[in-house]
């Protein structure tokens, strides 16, 4: 089953140093964080602020060309997580005929945000991102700062993501 979800805010990963979008339901009971890349993370963030560039940026060249096209996007789901790495498709509606695209989540949430389109994700994919397993063993430490992590991943208010909130 798919659950709605929104972009709650985006963080920084403070070991890795990489950018981190957190996806919350829309009951504020489930979050689900995804590490994603600095130009993904800075697309993302353009568009939670509304910043406009004179020439298009990336995400925004693909949003007009399916407008051009007459298509719209109307969801984007995250479907899969195998390996560490997440599946997102976008999905498109062009004369009546659903179109599917495999995409990296964060360039489905880019996109998504930019045409307004509903975010969902597979409740499975929840429940394995609560148990990613990142290859090493791990010690009754380690899974007490992996509970931690994910409490407080879920516990985040807007207010905590500075001015990459939504």
Do not use: C
């Amino acid at each position: 089953m798919f659950i709605e979800m929104r972009v709650s805010g985006l963080t920084m990963d403070p070991i890795t140093n990489t950018p981190i979008v957190i996806l919350k339901d829309l009951e504020e009971k489930k979050a689900i964080p995804i590490w994603i890349g600095i130009f993904e993370a800075s697309a993302i963030a353009t568009e939670i602020e509304k910043i406009t560039f004179s020439r298009p940026m990336t995400h925004d060249l693909l949003n007009d060309i399916v407008k051009l096209l007459n298509a719209e996007v109307v969801r984007v789901e995250i479907h899969d997580l195998r390996n560490n790495t997440f599946f997102a498709n976008i999905h498109l509606l062009r004369d009546g005929k659903l179109i599917v695209v495999d995409a990296r989540p964060s360039d489905a949430i880019a996109i998504a945000l930019r045409a307004g389109a509903q975010i969902f994700v597979d409740e499975k994919v929840i429940e394995k991102s609560r148990n990613v397993d990142f290859g090493t063993k791990m010690t009754d430490l380690d899974k007490l700062k992996k509970e931690k992590m994910a409490e407080f991943l879920e516990n985040l208010s807007p207010e905590d993501f500075g001015k990459y909130k939504m």
